[in-house]
C-alpha cells in the first residue's frame, strides 16, 4: 500500500505550495482558509507531480525509488517556499479591512442538509465503485489503461501515446490527450508497485472532492458562508457532478482546474497589493487546465490571454510571472504532442473543403446546439434540477449591483471560449454527431458546472444581506418612532 | 421570502442528492462491473503468463462487430493485458501470402463454444492453449 504514501506525499506537497503562494489572499474564516488551500493542492501537486513524473517515464527512469525521491524533492521544495514567505512576513495581504460578516441564522439547517447530502454522495460512489471498480468506458479504454502503459517501464510506455492503443477504434483510440490524469495514476502504480484498481477509484474521490470543496470555500472567502453553503447544497443536486465522480474520468478535474483558475485569477484582480505569487499561481492552474484533456487548450489560452491583458497595467513582473506559472503545463503539452504522440484521432476533416462542407449543413449548427441544451437539462433531475434551484434563488435574492457584476464579467470569457470551441469542433468534425455528441456534450457539462455555478453564486446577493434588508425596516420604523415620542415628551 | 428559499433549496439539494444514490444503486444492480474490465484481471491471467510483456499480441473473437459487446470485449482485454497491446486480426489470410506480418501470439476471445483451432488456422494461426472460460492462446503458423 505504498501508492497510499505517494498520493498523501503528492497532495501534502500541493498543499504547502498553494499555501506558500496565496498566503493573505483570502479574507476569510481559518476553516475556508484551510480548504481553499488544501482544494488548490489537489490540483497543484498531482499536476506537477504528474509532469516529472511523465519526464522520468520518458527518460527511462521511473521506478519506485526514482518516484519517491522525486515527491520527496517536491515536497521539500513546497515546505521550503512556504516556509520562506511565511516567516519573511511577505504575503498577499489586502490593505483592505474586511467587512465584518452578518450571520444568516439559518445556516445551521443549511449545514444540517450539506452533512446528509455528502452522506449521501460518500454512499452513492461507494456503491458504483464497488460495482465497477475498473471505471467506466473511456477509464478502461483510456485512463486506467495509459497509466498501465506509464508505469511498464522501458520503451513500453510509448503505447499509451500510440493509435495503437485501442484498436483504432474511433471513440477509444485517443494517443494524443494529455497525461495528467494517467500520469498521476500511473505515478502511483509505480509508487506501488502493483495495478491496484483502488487508486483509479482514490484519484476519483479525490477530484470530486477538491471540486465540491473549492467551489464552497472559496465563495465562503469571497462572499459569505450562506452563499457556499447553498453553492454546495445545488452541486449535490447537480446529476452532473454527482454521477462523473464515480466514473473515474477526467472531466472533473478538468472542472477543479477551470474553476481554479477563475478563483485564482479573481483573487488577483482583487488584492490591491498586485502580487506576483498569486498571479503565478493562478498561471499554474490555467497551465494545468491543457494537460489534463484537449478541451483545456481553448480554455488555457484565453484564461492566460484574460488574464495578461487584465493585468497589463501591474507592470512586467506580474505578468511574467502569470507567464511563467502556466509554463510548465503548457511545455509538458507541446513536448507530448510534438515529440512523443503517434498517430492522431482523426476527428477533423484533412482538407479545407471537407471543414467547409461540414460548416454549410445547417442540421449540424441546429444538432450540435440542441446536444448541448439537452446535455444541460440532463445535468439533474426535474423537480431537484440545479437550474431550478438556483431560479428560486434569483428570484428571492436577486443579484449583487451591476457594477458589482460587470467587474466580474471578464472570468467568463474562458469558459465561453471553452464551450465554443466544442460547439465548433461539433460543426466540422467527421465523426457522426449521432455518436459524438450524447456522450461528450454531458462531460462537456460536467466540466464548466462548477465554474458557472461559481459565477452565478459570485453575482447572487447575499442571503445574510437580503434577510438583514427584510428586517431592516422594522427596525428602522421602531426607532424612528421612539424618537419622535421622545422629542414629543420634552 | 429567504429563510424559505433557503430550506427549499436545502431540502431540493438532499432529495436530488438521495435521487442520485438510487440511481446508483440501480445501475450498480443492474450493471455490475459493466465492461468487463475488473473480470478480465482474473479471466485473462493464465494468458499473460504466457505470453512475453512486450509483445504484440493479435486479437480475434467469435463476436460480430455489429455488436454492442464488440468493443467493450476489446477494451477490457486490452486493460488486462498491459503492457502488452491488442491488434484486430479479424479477417481471414489472403490466399497465397503466410500472414508473416502478423503478430507472433494472438488471443482468441470467446463467448460460444466453437472450433477454436479452425478459427485460428483461418488468421494464420495454430492453437496453443485453451486457457479455459473462452480465452484461447494462439501462436502464428
Known amino acids: 500500500m505504498l501508492w497510499i504514501l505517494s498520493l498523501v506525499i503528492t497532495v501534502a506537497a500541493g498543499w504547502f505550495l498553494a499555501r506558500a503562494l496565496t498566503a493573505g489572499a483570502w479574507n476569510a474564516p481559518r476553516w475556508a482558509t484551510f480548504l481553499v488551500e488544501l482544494s488548490l493542492g489537489a490540483l497543484f501537486g498531482p499536476g506537477i507531480a504528474s509532469i516529472f513524473y511523465f519526464a522520468l517515464v520518458a527518460a527511462h527512469l521511473a521506478n519506485q525509488a526514482s518516484v519517491f525521491a522525486m515527491l520527496l524533492v517536491l515536497l521539500a521544495a513546497s515546505v521550503g517556499l512556504w516556509w520562506k514567505w511565511s516567516s519573511s512576513g511577505t504575503s498577499n495581504a489586502d490593505a483592505t479591512v474586511a467587512t465584518p460578516q452578518r450571520t444568516f441564522p439559518w445556516n445551521w439547517a443549511l449545514w444540517i442538509a450539506i452533512a446528509l447530502s455528502l452522506v449521501l454522495f460518500m454512499m452513492d460512489f461507494r456503491e458504483a465503485s464497488s460495482a465497477n471498480p475498473a471505471g467506466e468506458w473511456d477509464a478502461i479504454s483510456t485512463w486506467n489503461v495509459r497509466a498501465r502503459y506509464l508505469a511498464s517501464g522501458g520503451d513500453l510506455w510509448r503505447r499509451a501515446v500510440s493509435s495503437d492503443l485501442g484498436g483504432h477504434i474511433i471513440g477509444s483510440s485517443h494517443p494524443g490527450y494529455p497525461l495528467f490524469l494517467s500520469g498521476f495514476i500511473g505515478l502511483q502504480f509505480s509508487a506501488g508497485g502493483v495495478f491496484d484498481e483502488t487508486i483509479s477509484i482514490a484519484a476519483s474521490l479525490l477530484f470530486a472532492m477538491g471540486v465540491l470543496i473549492l467551489l464552497g470555500a472559496s465563495i465562503a472567502s469571497r462572499r459569505t458562508v450562506a452563499l457556499a453553503l447553498l453553492a454546495w447544497l445545488v452541486l449535490f443536486a447537480s446529476e452532473v457532478f454527482t454521477s462523473q465522480s464515480r466514473m473515474q474520468y477526467s472531466d472533473l478535474l478538468q472542472a477543479l482546474a477551470f474553476l481554479a483558475a477563475l478563483v485564482l485569477l479573481d483573487a488577483a484582480a482583487r488584492s490591491t497589493t498586485a502580487s506576483p505569487r498569486l498571479l503565478f499561481a493562478a498561471g499554474l492552474a490555467i497551465g494545468l487546465s491543457c494537460w489534463i484533456k484537449n478541451e483545456g487548450l481553448p480554455f488555457a489560452i484565453a484564461a492566460l490571454a484574460a488574464g495578461l491583458w487584465k493585468f497589463r497595467s501591474r507592470g512586467v513582473a506580474s505578468l511574467a510571472a502569470l507567464a511563467l506559472g502556466a509554463l510548465p503545463g503548457f511545455a509538458a503539452l507541446a513536448i507530448l504532442k510534438f515529440a512523443f504522440v503517434q498517430g492522431s484521432e482523426e476527428l477533423l476533416p484533412q482538407t479545407i473543403s471537407g471543414v467547409i462542407g461540414n460548416l454549410t449543413q445547417v442540421g449540424r449548427w441546429w444538432q450540435s446546439a440542441r446536444g448541448i441544451g439537452n446535455a444541460i437539462f440532463l445535468a439533474g433531475n426535474l423537480w431537484t434540477h440545479p437550474l431550478l434551484l438556483m431560479a428560486v434563488l434569483a428570484f428571492v435574492l436577486r443579484f449583487v449591483a451591476p457594477e458589482e457584476r460587470r467587474k466580474a464579467s471578464w472570468l467568463l470569457v474562458p469558459v465561453a471560449v471553452a464551450a465554443l470551441a466544442e460547439y465548433a469542433l461539433y460543426l466540422v468534425t467527421t465523426v457522426s454527431l449521432d455518436v459524438l455528441i450524447p456522450t461528450s456534450a454531458y462531460r462537456l457539462i460536467a466540466q464548466l458546472w462548477p465554474s458557472l455555478l461559481w459565477l452565478f453564486f459570485m453575482a447572487l446577493r447575499a442571503p445574510e444581506e437580503a434577510y438583514a434588508l427584510n428586517a431592516k425596516p422594522v427596525i428602522a420604523e421602531s426607532v424612528a418612532t421612539a424618537s419622535a415620542a421622545k422629542r414629543k415628551r420634552r | ?141
Not at chain 2, 438521495?18 to 482474473?42: C, L, M, R, V, W
Not at chain 2, 462487430?65 to 486493460?79: D, E, K, N, V, W
Not at chain 2, 472450433?115 to 494462439?138: E, H, M, Q, S
Request: charged share 15%; aromatic share 12%; proline share 6%.
Open chain 2, 1 to 141: 421570502m429567504v429563510t424559505a428559499a433557503a430550506f427549499i433549496v436545502a431540502t431540493l439539494g438532499v432529495a436530488g442528492a438521495f435521487n442520485s444514490y438510487q440511481t446508483s444503486i440501480a445501475y450498480a444492480k443492474q450493471f455490475p462491473d459493466a465492461y468487463g474490465g475488473s473480470a478480465g484481471q482474473e479471466r485473462f491471467a493464465a494468458f499473460n503468463a504466457r505470453v512475453p510483456a512486450s509483445a504484440e499480441v493479435g486479437y480475434f473473437t467469435d463476436l460480430d462487430p455489429s455488436r454492442g459487446a464488440y468493443t467493450p470485449a476489446f477494451l477490457s482485454a486490452q486493460l488486462a493485458l498491459v503492457p502488452r497491446v491488442l491488434k484486430f486480426v479479424n479477417g481471414p489470410i489472403v490466399s497465397g501470402t503466410t500472414g508473416g506480418d502478423r503478430p507472433e501470439w494472438a488471443l482468441g476471445n470467446f463467448t460460444q463454444p466453437g472450433d477454436f483451432a479452425a478459427a485460428g488456422n483461418a488468421r494464420g494461426y495454430a492453437l496453443v492453449a485453451d486457457l479455459g472460460n473462452g480465452v484461447v492462446l494462439f501462436h502464428r503458423l
